[in-house]
């Protein structure tokens, strides 16, 4: 019995799972209202904590098919495109490098949180440092499913997008340049950490060499990406509803009174939450009776590229100096941006 | 156990995408046009616990904490300890009002793509006269993606056709699916609706920054999700004496005008009659519904 079961331990659990998800499908809806019903006095404990619970649910929901997209696309080209491929088509000249570098995300769409391994892994793979710091810094933002999220979050517009883009870019496209420059040497720690995102490293498990077992990879890489990410998310998510349940979205107005100040906080607020690139959309949009462009689109811009999340998952991969480096650049260069904006 | 829990979030989460789908809740979350998306991730997720199914026995390709899975567990307990509901009227404060300048009104216009504009403006004009509608999908059809982010003409012409309709209206509601779009058009059209009989239904919602007995009856107008919810109403006047708590529902009708305020001039009923209803299931209207 044991022995069969051991054999057959996919299939079973297979079952099981099938047969569980089926009878709460059909009946567990009933019992979960009548029980729901009972623990009301928990909300009615706090209106706070429901709204809370709104707020934080109407987030997550939101952004959860967008993260999904970009995990399944990213898991199927980790494993059957690999660095490689990109590493061959980046020219050698510095600026020539740099540019198309900025727009790469178009062709591999992977988030803030699947990209700072793979610019790992290509920096490895002998890719100059600062094409790989471009990568790094655009692919968040200028890539299709950041690009759609944003147009649907801001009602269908593609002004705010464009700008996202365009500044984006430009930001990407300036730091790789410096990073030319200044950062020479070693970028990476000597030592490989071990980190909660090694899926680039085959040697970590070897990658199967046929089609369907291949696919069946792809898939369980999407399903731990998607793990590691939904946490940062779910995370943001939280930060983000306490903050609208606690504090308010009419305590920002009163920043917005000085335009300067708003941007600052929005940049602060956007370090802080670390919600996913493909996410951040819906956040900033529901900022958008508070506040004026300039201060969203600082929001919109230094989040995906500069965020605690993304601090702490490079700090485990990349040298002190370069995330010094990083942390002043791209906060610069967001101020510089934005206030661009203000001129014209 | 990682596994376990790994299949408990794909299959929970998807649940419970389902579940809100089929009790209708999805609405209190986010716009309904939404919907598609969430099925697909709801089958998405599926997918996944099936490939963890089929690789229970094998290791995880990566470490994950119990803090990293307890958080993706957070949305099923959230929804199950926490049972959301609309947002009452305790968070208006805190979301704040949503004053729309007539430029702003205007601007929210780009909301319209061209498809919406064609199918939403045969759908108003079935009341109207056959020239009219006539010339409005003459100049709707060549709508293009660079006409939409300027004030072009084809904007213009679906606030017309509403305002149009809402003349020929003996007293002026705002509705449920059309609440944004009349309640833009009564700000961008003041001239030609002030007078008007106008009858409204909300919640009372007393804003900070406005004299004592000025109420707002209160909606949330939502454009994606309920974070990003604001209150947009109507301004009237109730008696202090009255009593009326924040976010009791009443209908109030009277004759529209309009009031100066800090943020620029906006719709005011001085009601001749009011009295309370009851809370609707659905607190929300919807942008681009």
Redesign the interface.
Known sequence: MVKWIREY??EV??LV?MA??LI??VY??DI?EQ??NQ??G??AWS????????????????G??FI??GV?VSGIIHVFTGGDVIGRLIPKNRILAVFPAAFLGLLLPVCECGVIPVARRLIQKGLPSYVAFTFLLAVPVINPITIFSTY??F?????MVVQRTLVAAIIAVVMGLLCSFFLKGNVLKDKES??????EDSR??PHPAHTKGRL?HA??????E???M??YF??GA?L??SF??F?????I?EFAQNEWLAVLVMMLLAFGMSLCSSADA??A??F???LSTPPLLAFLVFGPIMDLKNLLMMSAHFQTKVILFFVAGTTLLTLLSVGFFYLI | MGAILRLIICFGIAFLLLHITLTGELSLFLNPRLQPLILITAVLLMILGWVQVGNMGHRPLHRTGVTGYLLLLAPLLFYFLAPPSGLDVSMASKKGVQYLSPQAARNEQFVLNKEDTSTRIKGESQESTQDDSKDIREETAPASEEENTETGPESNNYYEQIVHDLKKMPVITLGEKTYLDRLNTLQMYEQEVTGKEIKIKGFIFYPNDTPDDMVLISRYAMTCCAADASVVGIFTRIPKSDQLKEGTWVEVQGVLEFMETEHGRFPFTKPTQYHKVDAPKDPYVYANY
């Open positions: 331990r996919i659990t297979g799972v569980t998800f709460t499908m567990g809806i979960l029980w729901r623990t009301e928990l909300s209106a706070d904590l429901r709204n809370l619970s709104t707020l934080f649910l109407s987030i997550f929901f939101e959860i098919p999904l997209m399944f649907i979050a009602g269908n517009q593609w002004e071990p980190s909660s995102c090694d899926c970590d498990h069946r898939l369980y890489h999407s399903l731990f998607f793990v590691d939904g946490k779910v995370a939280l983000a509803a609208q349940t504090i308010g979205l009419a305590a107005r819906f956040v949009a529901s958008r009776t508070a």
